[in-house]
């Protein structure tokens, strides 16, 4: 019988609260950081031929935060990491904490397209990793262990060990692909564009086919337009618990799976999607820049699920009530569609990155800039003077 994804919490860190709606919903800046990205240069005046910027800001591109929930790593336009930490030469993108809070992985933007291991305490490369021959734009930390996981614009998918800088596995897939980790580091999945599949493996067989097909096929698109619009993968995560698969998209949509038998059990509308789709001839699925792969997650406990807006906002899905299925996956059947809980206000501009703290009620946005959420204690005595009241009629 092929390996399924966990059930259990795995090698994750357990958080030290409890998420409910009541809390989800009064999340508010704390800090805002406004220079957490430096302004592009301006543009050469009498350059000849030089192309001028299109934007008037930079953003954050990556978030990640360490096991303990103590620390945090971002990466931004501006080729820096934690903003203190330069890499002019290769740049910085994916910034994935190791199992050491004092090291980070990151994929290069300049240069060539080799992963490079960091060290924070002293500012020095420890380890480099070639093999791609196109950007590497998903980028994963083995939850259990010191293996990695890469997938690059070249269609492959390289599976490497931190002790070592040869890749120890390969895979060709037919197009670009997206990876993650389930919670145990047993299973991996590999989303694979254009032709809407999500490929599961058991990750001590990798070489083998994978145990399970997953086709993404969203029934509803065909009530909007015909023929429907294609769906463009950018994220990929496994709940907490093993069951669910969040596939977050470049438009306005983001799914939940099933990671047992591939059903898809719901839509998460409610949000502007970071990109639009090319209305060229023929129409382009392929986000161009703006959707970082990284606006939309789930919380630790799996009970909802955060992610960025063009407009702003960030939202908050409650998917504690999933829909059960079992058994033939129907296509046909459509999704659960579900509405955001909360479409909460205060970080300024779009959000091209959301996560939430693994240990502590903490929530994180990145953009042009950098805020830090947290539960505004000021509803607790509104609560519980309703609670009274509530009481007091009762009486």
Known sequence: MPPQPSTSNGAAPVATFALAN??????????????AVEPPPPPTPGSYGQRPSNST????????????????????EDETSLKTLLSKKYGVDLPRFTHKNTAILHASTKEDD??????????????????????????EMSPVDDGFMSGSMDKTVRLWDLRTPA?????????VPIIAYDATGVVFAVAVNHYSRILLYDQANFDKAPFLVITLEDPTLARVSYPPRPIYMTSMSFSSN???????????????VDAFEGHLLAKLEGHIGLERRSLSSPPSIEPSKGSSGEEVSWTPDSKYVVGGSLDGKILI???????????EVDLKVPPLQVQPLAALDGHPGPSRCVRFNPRFAMMCSAGAELAFWLPDPSGDAEEIARDLLKKKVAL
């Open 167 to 175: 890749c120890r596995g390969l895979l060709t897939v037919p197009s």
């Open 317 to 327: 899905w409650d998917v504690q009530n999933l829909p059960t299925r079992s058994g």
């Open 57 to 76: 800001s930079r953003h954050i591109t990556g978030i990640s935060f360490d096991d303990r929930g103590d620390q945090i790593v971002t990466a931004a």
């Open 114 to 139: 080799t992963i490079r291991y960091h060290s924070l305490h002293d500012n020095k490369y420890l380890q480099y990793f070639k093999g791609h021959k196109g950007r590497v734009i998903s980028l």
């Open 242 to 256: 093993g069951k669910y698969l969040l596939v977050g998209c470049s438009g306005d949509a983001h799914y939940v």
């Open 22 to 35: 009541s809390m989800m919903g009064r999340m508010k800046p704390a800090k805002i950081f406004k220079g």
